[in-house]
């Protein structure tokens, strides 16, 4: 196929671009020249005439160096034949490599022409050739159906791939001839085409339960290709619902640059069957080379991950068909489009299009000296950019198409004065933050002979004596011309900055060396310093190409002043210099370093959130971007919980700050790690690992186990009255969460009855006496003890013994309600004497009366034998009988509390030590219900009467069931005997006692009450 050539067409926009250009006398961009050829074209093949499509006589190309640059920083493709004026192909074109599927695939070039300064875009459309076969993404395409699948079904089969477009891409699939399935084409929407089994005859497992078909793809080139895959078809029983997916079509949107494993959308297909046949899996369809590497689909989940660089400047967005297959090959698809959004991450790039270089000194104010070309990959805001110089120089930059500059001079030039200027050129996006970068453009004047020279003296003398010698020296005189020597140094190319990453032996720049003098002194040497890593190699005649001779660092040297010196073989031989500066621009090449191998962060409990624990800081020797680092954590859990939900980091300054409030008595110590990234392309990071210890706080009291304060009840031990002193009497025991010296225990006795006769040991919290038990000594001795931990500071608790010293339990004073203060305890006791002489009197006066008037009646007879009648069915009903559950502890404790003026009477339980006790803080009270009449006692052990009668209402008793020798005393409300009848017994309403029982027989308690 042979290349056309496309007429040179001039846009409305370049007609008035090229009109003020014209008026100001500038001539700097001409229109745009098109040509179309084929791809994959040999290199050195004649795509057209340049000379002639832009009116330029061929024999001027080699005097304006005409040389064809690429459009930005995009490889060069096409090259000028400087001889015939044709472009020609300098490199290998892939139209796929370079376009894709685009529709139209347009490589820019530019032709630079010099003398005056001219510059032509060249645009060349590739067209494409069939060079590509089609492809499936598996050879194999396995399908599992079941007989009972219905005739006309569907299977959608893979989509074949061919990497040509147009009428070179896939036309259509073919498969071949079977009698039970053929083949449905379909055009997608959005182009290209996709085919489906569709089922002709019902399948029947029994006679077939496999079936082999070819798939064939074939594209619409010449010579037509084609590819194959092969469908394997498994015949099993029915699965007659295929996936449906949520949604049609998915629209995600992603910003550029979006870290690994972030999640773009979760698709979700649903499958009525039950079940293998409802087990949905997700895969993609077909992908392209382009989105190959950039997303995975997890098959199970349905979430669509980031799985490789995203940079918008490559490909702004993504379309991919997602599958959802059941578990026995039922198939639906959807569209996924995936539209990433811009980020600034591009700095702009500066380009020196063309560089006139020296600049004679007398040139006039607003001479253009060079054209800048400034670009930037991002776009909109982001890819808006402002050009700008230093203030310092007699330069200026002047807008002139877009993204376009031109250098001129804004004043006189005196090579006296400044001979070689170096120009900043700064680009600065629009950004947000706003990206910049520079590039240094040095400039030399050329000497014009516009100094005379000018004599040391304004006059001479010489003095000489007569008859002297012809030839004698009589003076000399001496003039000085401040223009420079006549070997002068040009630099007619410079590659500034170099990557640091170049290989040693790549060219920098072209320098040229003149001298006006003729034969001998014409002839020059040119040589540079020896500490600088480039030499200068000759090339024709007073040329020398400027080469790197090792591997570059821009970490370590980031600039060179390489001084170039020219010598002539003149007698004397003359000189000059020029110092060339070259900057190394920076390459991605070094991970951030962390300044330490590790972190450790120490904090206390319950700080507060937000609070900081550390710092880690990262360096990276690069430049700019590539040394920018941003922080981040790694996944992980602690606890089972996300690590973000402990810490979290500052991204920009790597302050460690916690999430929640930590608890050392949960754990006292974890590992997150921190990554620390840059932000070159592609991305370098490090890892490292921060340690978090939480030290303890004292933000817990001690815990007392035994004795267990309850309200206002006490715990009471039986002293014996032989104890001598060091005799242990009780324990306190007690616990503290915290650790360390939070959790070390000290016991105090605080207050007590006798000061002087028990102590506490300090660590171990034993009560001891002190001396030997004296009958001075009183009989109730109440104790508070405190336990106090060794924390910062200090927190305590306490609890309350009661100690009653006494060998038996018949020495038991009366029970009172016992109190600390003895004031209270006082007026307590006289009050209650009060009231009982009160109530006593006034019953005795009511019972006599009533008494005569039931003996009058009948004559009631009480059966009491010295022992206590105890009905075994009869228990309280909140209480347990205990028969067959063993011993108890061989010490009890109860406060029994009996009334007689009042209806009720009351018997407290308080908690023993023993888990299998009673509860405490119940009581058993009276109703009138348990008052019985006075009848007749012979006949039963039980005396049954009218609950109307009045002497009912003052009679009861209190039996006391014994089960079995040293356990529980249970009291049990049953009405025994009559007042009355035995006078002896009336003591039975003022027993107030306090029992403490630990080994008593029945005999012994039934002689007590009596």
């Known amino acids: 196929c042979c290349p056309k050539r496309i007429l040179v067409q001039f846009s409305v926009l370049g007609l008035v671009i090229s009109l003020g250009v014209f008026l100001l006398a500038l001539p700097t961009v001409c229109g745009d020249v098109a040509y179309s050829f084929t791809?994959?074209?040999?290199?050195?093949?004649?795509?057209?005439n340049i000379a002639k499509d832009i009116g330029l006589e061929v024999g001027k190309l080699a005097a304006r160096k005409a040389r064809i640059d690429a459009d930005g920083n995009s490889k060069r493709y096409c090259d000028i034949n400087l001889g015939t004026g044709d472009i020609i192909v300098a490199d290998r074109i892939d139209r796929e490599g370079l376009c894709g599927k685009k529709a139209s695939c347009i490589l820019k070039q530019e032709l630079v022409l010099e003398n005056p300064l001219e510059l032509h875009r060249i645009n060349v459309h590739v067209q494409d050739i069939n060079d590509n076969s089609p492809q499936f993404k598996k050879n194999t395409i396995k399908f599992e159906i079941r007989e009972s699948a219905s005739k006309g079904s569907r299977y959608r089969l893979d989509e074949a791939h061919d990497a040509d477009i147009g009428q070179n891409a896939i036309q259509g699939y073919s498969i071949e001839a079977n009698e039970n399935f053929r083949l449905n084409v379909i055009a997608k929407s959005g182009g290209g085409k996709y085919s489906e089994l569709v089922l002709e005859k019902e399948l029947d497992r029994e006679k077939q339960q496999e079936l082999t078909i070819v798939l064939v793809a074939t594209d619409g080139g010449t010579p037509q290709r084609s590819g194959t895959a092969v469908i394997h078809v498994t015949v099993l029983d029915a699965n007659d619902n295929a996936p449906v997916f949520s949604q049609a079509v998915y629209k995600a949107s992603l910003p550029e640059n979006s870290p690994l494993d972030t999640v773009v959308v979760t698709v979700s297909a649903t499958d009525a069957d039950e079940g293998v046949n409802g087990e949905v899996t997700y895969e993609f369809d077909h992908i392209s080379d382009e989105s190959n590497n950039v997303f995975s689909l997890d098959q199970t989940t349905g979430e669509v991950k980031v799985s490789g660089s995203i940079d918008y400047e490559e490909l702004s967005s993504y379309e991919m068909e997602i599958t959802a297959k059941d578990g026995l090959g039922l198939v639906s698809s959807s569209t996924l489009i995936i539209d990433i959004t811009d980020v600034n991450d591009n700095a702009p790039l500066t380009f020196i299009k063309s560089l006139t270089n020296p600049i004679p000194e007398n040139v006039s104010p607003g001479t253009e000296v060079g054209i800048i070309n400034v670009q930037d990959r991002d776009s909109e805001t982001n890819g808006q950019v402002r050009c700008s110089i230093q203030q310092n120089v007699p330069f200026k930059l002047v807008p002139s198409i877009k993204n376009y500059y031109s250098l001129v001079t804004t004043g006189?030039?005196?090579?006296?004065?400044?001979s070689d200027y170096n120009i900043t050129i700064t680009a600065t996006d629009e950004g947000s933050p706003p990206l910049s970068s520079s590039k240094t453009v040095q400039l030399s004047v050329a000497d014009m002979n516009d100094n005379p020279p000018v004599f040391e003296e304004q006059s001479y003398s010489a003095y000489v004596t007569e008859n002297n010698k012809p030839g004698s020296t009589l003076c000399s005189v001496t003039a000085r011309d401040p223009d420079w020597?006549?070997?002068?140094?040009?630099?007619?190319?410079?590659?500034?900055?170099?990557?640091?990453?170049?290989?040693?032996?790549?060219?920098?720049?072209?320098?040229n060396v003149q001298d006006r003098d003729s034969d001998t002194n014409k002839q020059v040497r040119c040589s540079i310093q020896q500490n600088a890593p480039f030499k200068l190699v000759p090339s024709i005649k007073n040329y020398y190409s400027l080469v790197t001779t090792g591997q570059l660092d821009r970490e370590l040297v980031s600039d060179?002043?390489?001084?170039?010196t020219a010598t002539d073989e003149g007698s004397p031989p003359l000189s000059s210099s020029k110092t060339v500066q070259l900057s190394v621009a920076d390459i991605n090449d070094n991970p951030p370093v962390f300044e330490e191998q590790s972190y450790s962060a120490y904090v206390t409990e319950n700080n507060k959130p937000g609070s900081t624990l550390c710092s880690v800081t990262a360096r990276d020797p690069d430049w700019r971007q590539n040394g920018t680092v941003i922080y981040s954590l790694l996944p992980g859990e602690v606890n089972g919980a996300p690590v973000s939900s402990y810490l979290s980091v500052n991204g920009d300054t790597g302050v460690i700050h916690a999430v929640r409030s930590f608890d050392y008595e949960?754990?006292?110590?974890?590992?997150?790690?921190?990554?620390?990234?840059?932000?070159?392309?592609?991305?370098?990071?490090s890892n490292v690992t921060v340690s978090v210890f939480i030290s303890d706080v004292n933000d817990n009291s001690p815990q007392i186990l035994y004795p267990a304060p309850e309200g206002n009840s006490f715990m009471t031990e039986l002293v014996p009255k032989a104890a001598h002193g060091g005799s242990l009497v009780s324990k306190v025991i007690a616990v503290d969460a915290d650790s360390g010296q939070n959790a070390w225990l000290s016991y105090h006795i605080v207050k007590s009855t006798d000061p002087g006769l028990f102590t506490i040991g300090l660590h171990s919290g034993e009560i001891r006496t002190q001396r030997d038990i004296s009958e001075s000594d009183s009989m109730k001795q109440n104790l508070i003890v405190s336990v106090k931990d060794n924390g910062q500071p200090s927190l305590s608790a306490t609890c309350s013994l009661y100690l009653l010293i006494s060998d038996n339990l018949a020495e038991v004073p009366e029970l009172k309600d016992i109190s600390y203060d003895e004031k209270n305890s006082k007026l307590t006791s006289y009050l209650i004497i009060a009231l009982v002489s009160v109530s006593t009197f006034f019953l005795t006066f009511i019972i006599i009366i009533l008494g005569v008037r039931f003996c009058r009646r009948r004559k009631p007879r009480l059966l009491f034998d010295g022992a206590v009648a105890i009905p075994s069915a009869?228990?309280?009903?909140?209480?347990?009988?205990?028969?067959?559950?063993?011993?108890?502890?061989?010490?009890?404790?109860?406060?029994?509390?009996l009334t007689t003026g009042s209806r009720t009477s009351d018997f407290k339980f308080v908690t023993s030590y023993n888990d299998n006790t009673l509860p405490a803080d119940q009581t058993l009270r009276k109703s009138p219900s348990d008052?019985?009449?006075?009848?007749?006692?012979?006949?039963?052990?039980?005396?049954?009467?009218?609950?109307?009668?009045?002497?009912?209402?003052f009679c009861f008793s209190y039996s006391v069931n014994f089960k079995r020798y040293n356990t529980l005393i249970l009291f049990e409300r049953i009405p025994k005997f009559c007042i009355m009848r035995r006078p002896s017994l009336r003591g039975l309403f003022y027993i107030s006692s306090f029992f403490s029982v630990k080994t008593t027989r029945v005999s012994d308690l039934r002689s007590l009450i009596v």
Request: net charge negative; hydrophobic share 35%.
């Open 874 to 897: 009869y228990l309280p009903p909140n209480y347990a009988d205990v028969d067959g559950t063993g011993t108890l502890r061989s010490a009890y404790n109860y406060d029994a509390y």
């Open 412 to 418: 006189q030039l005196d090579r006296e004065l400044v």
């Open 39 to 48: 791809e994959e074209m040999k290199r050195g093949s004649v795509v057209g």
């Open 666 to 685: 949960q754990f006292r110590s974890f590992k997150v790690n921190v990554m620390a990234r840059d932000n070159g392309s592609p991305p370098l990071s």
């Open 485 to 511: 020597r006549q070997n002068v140094i040009y630099l007619k190319s410079l590659s500034n900055p170099i990557p640091e990453n170049v290989s040693p032996g790549t060219e920098v720049g072209i320098i």
């Open 931 to 953: 008052f019985v009449d006075f009848g007749d006692c012979d006949g039963s052990p039980e005396v049954r009467t009218d609950i109307t009668s009045p002497l009912a209402l």
């Open 560 to 564: 060179y002043n390489i001084t170039i």
